[in-house]
């Protein structure tokens, strides 16, 4: 294909991502740069005293939570997705497809909605709850909802989909006869699937962890549903400032601060691979 | 000396299907063992069988006498060249080369020196450092038996190895293949569907069809002395005809009704009776055209006919000869026809003659 070709062929995803997010992240950083208005909008000027009150103000604990939820929730997403892709891609194809969309029809349902649902289930008086207690598998009095743990649940449960279906598409295209030829040369089965099958599916790894990482970090609506006071994140405050205080600048720089945090390891990750791809030449 | 590798009234199913059936075949050290036959006739499956993917249904796999029939493939001192090659592309030539050794805990500095030596073996020294997908599919092929003989495996499976690549370099490779065996010694299991390269590669073929052994025998046994139809059609090109057994004479000699011939002599290796059904079967090669009527009498057999097509491929021809309803396919040197001068063309009348020796009478089985 010829490189013109090409550029033409990806226009109208450049635009896409020109509007939908170039444009609205740049007003977002810019907004951060404009000092604060008592009415809730933003003010006339430039200034750099937003972001040194966004600085000063303690978010650190907040940072340090988001960062270790997101990151808590994309290692157990990728752990739990890694043995359903790899049987996903070996069972017969009715079982797969069947399989397959009992993972995504959740989704069609509203994302409120079914975190209510979560809420419900882990009430004192909820089902999950109650079986559990008649189960003896946690005490009478135990509190389910509004902790960390409530908290690190629904999120898992919430983007499994976002790391089962990159790793997913990545171990069907593993050829399996790899594994049999591990085995033949001596690995056992879990050797095996740790020398061959994890290095075959790294892409795979790679995306899902992105996913499931970046859609975390901009969590507010799980914490503020099944979290208490204590497990706030960085969405949580940035909505409180926006819509509480209506403080624009302020919950843009803290916004401006996420997608950097965002942005930057995705950069990174996309460097690296470009190097691995030149070393490779293939 | 014969019971290296046994294998044992193995059958395996698949649902209905009996991909291998009641297989019995004795394998001896060193030996260079292929197993020929069509698509889907089990030979993958019994392959795999021997390196321990598949559990056998019935019957036993016996290693130098010890029973591996339910050994996991990492615990079998049996390693496997597979069809796709099965490289893993994340490591380079050298990492793959030494994937069993590192499975198997082998010192480092030892470890180099075997896959230093493997490489020279299949002269791939310059390409060490290469990822899979930088290679050729000689090469690839290379890699992947340079990864399976590291391990000096008891015995070496190979599953259709030269099938992915082209005419000259399959040539290329199974001269190569032959040199390694004569090199190493191991005991190669060679799959093929390709008779060619069985003849070429083997000691003793066993020709399989339809999940049974046709038969087992050396490749010239198997070509001059075909057992079955089948294996008579598999191997090599053939002309068949039916024949009636007239009478059975001494030292393997049969005479035969055949319609087109009269009643002409041939050999058999079967114990036939008279009146029994049977074919006559003679190679292409076997066949003489000649324009003058050759001398008849009792060993020598010859039909009439009319040269239908020719074709030329260089170092030999092929003619169709149609005799009556039949047709022949005959192929002969080209320079058979040094002293004539020319070669006959089409529509020339000529005959067609073969000595008793070279035709020979097989079993009227069921593939026809
Ligand atoms: N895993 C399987 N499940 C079901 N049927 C199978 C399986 N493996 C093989 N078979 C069937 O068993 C029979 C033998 O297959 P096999 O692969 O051993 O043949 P093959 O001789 O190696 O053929 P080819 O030359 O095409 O490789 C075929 O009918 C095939 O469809
Ligand atoms: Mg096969």
């Given amino acids: 294909m010829s490189r013109r070709r090409e550029t033409l062929l990806t226009l109208p995803s450049l635009a896409w991502m020109l509007v939908f997010f170039a444009i609205p992240a740049g007003l977002v950083v ?39 939820m997101s990151a808590a929730t994309t290692a157990l997403c990728v752990t739990i997705a890694l043995p ?14 069947m399989l397959l969309l009992l993972i995504i029809v959740p989704f069609l349902t509203n994302f409120i909605i079914r975190v209510f649902a979560w809420k419900s289930l882990l009430h004192p008086e909820g089902l999950l709850t109650q079986a559990l207690v008649r189960g003896g598998v946690v ?35 593993f050829e399996m006869p790899l594994l049999d030829a591990a085995r033949d040369l001596g690995a056992g089965p879990l050797r095996a699937l740790a020398g061959v099958w994890l290095p075959g599916v790294r892409r795979g790894i790679v995306s899902a962890c992105i996913m499931v990482f970046v859609c975390t970090l901009g969590q507010y609506v799980i914490p503020q549903f099944v979290g208490g006071p204590q497990d706030e994140m960085l969405g949580n405050k940035i909505t409180q400032r926006a819509f509480g205080d209506r403080n624009l600048p302020h919950a843009s720089a803290l916004a401006a601060c996420l997608l950097m945090a965002v942005l930057v390891p995705m950069l990174l990750t996309a460097l690296w691979r470009r190097a691995r791809g030149k070393e490779a030449v293939s | 000396m014969d019971d290296f590798l046994v294998i044992e009234k193995v059958t395996k199913r698949f ?66 060249v597979f069809q796709n090659y099965a490289l893993f592309p994340h490591l380079s030539v050298e990492e793959n080369i030494g994937f069993g050794l590192k499975m198997a805990g082998v010192e480092r500095g030892e470890a180099r020196q075997r896959v230093a030596r493997m490489l020279e073996l299949v002269k ?14 000689g090469q690839k092929q290379r890699v992947a038996i340079a990864r399976a003989l590291v391990n000096q495996p008891r015995v070496l499976l190979l599953d ?146 009319t040269i239908t097509d020719v074709t030329y491929f260089g ?47 097989v079993a009227a089985d069921s593939q026809g």
């Fill in chain 2, 124 to 137: 791939m020294q310059d390409q060490r450092a290469k990822r899979p997908a930088q290679l050729s599919g």
């Fill in chain 1, 30 to 68: 810019a907004m951060a740069f404009r000092p604060s208005d008592l009415r809730g909008g933003a003010g006339e000027g430039w200034t750099l005293e937003t972001l040194r009150t966004v600085a000063r103000a303690d978010y650190l604990p907040v940072v340090w939570r988001t960062v270790w």
């Fill in chain 1, 84 to 97: 359903v892709a790899f049987h996903l891609v070996r069972v017969a194809e009715l079982w797969r497809r």
């Fill in chain 2, 315 to 361: 170092a030999y021809l092929r003619f169709v000869v149609q005799a009556g309803e039949t047709a022949l396919l005959v192929q002969m040197a080209n320079n058979r026809f040094a002293s004539s001068g020319t070669v006959p063309g089409r529509g020339e009348r000529v005959y067609v003659s073969f000595h008793p020796e070279e035709a020979r009478v």
């Fill in chain 1, 139 to 173: 005490a009478e009095d135990a509190l389910l909802l509004n902790n960390a743990g409530a908290v690190l649940l629904v999120l898992v449960y919430t983007h499994l989909p976002f790391a089962i279906l990159p790793l997913y598409a990545a171990a069907e295209k």
């Fill in chain 2, 160 to 305: 259709e190895p030269l099938a992915a690549l082209d005419l000259k370099l399959r040539q290329h490779m199974l001269g190569e293949l032959h040199a390694i065996h004569q090199e190493v010694g191991t005991t190669f299991i060679y799959v093929t569907h390709d008779q060619g390269e069985a003849i070429s590669l083997s000691d003793r073929i066993a020709v399989l069809n339809a999940g049974r052994v046709e038969q087992v025998d050396t490749p010239a046994r198997l070509y001059e002395a075909p057992g079955s139809h089948f294996v008579a059609a598999f191997v090599g090109d053939a002309n068949f005809l039916p024949a009636r057994v007239l009478e059975v004479r001494h030292e393997g000699y049969v005479r035969v009704a055949c319609e087109e011939l009269g009643n002409p002599l041939a050999c058999t290796a079967l114990p036939l009776s008279a009146g029994q059904q049977a074919r006559l079967m003679v190679r292409p090669e076997k066949l003489l055209i000649t324009r003058e009527r050759p001398e008849a009498g009792e060993r020598v057999n010859v039909w009439a006919g």
């Fill in chain 2, 15 to 80: 649902g209905a299907v009996r991909a291998v059936d009641c297989i019995t075949l004795r394998i001896a050290c060193g030996e260079s063992f292929s197993l020929l036959g069509p698509s889907g006739c089990g030979k993958t499956t019994l392959l795999r069988m021997i390196a321990g993917f598949e559990r056998p249904d019935e019957g036993r796999i016996l290693l130098e006498g010890e029973d591996i029939t339910t050994l996991p493939p990492e615990r079998r001192p049996v390693n496997t």
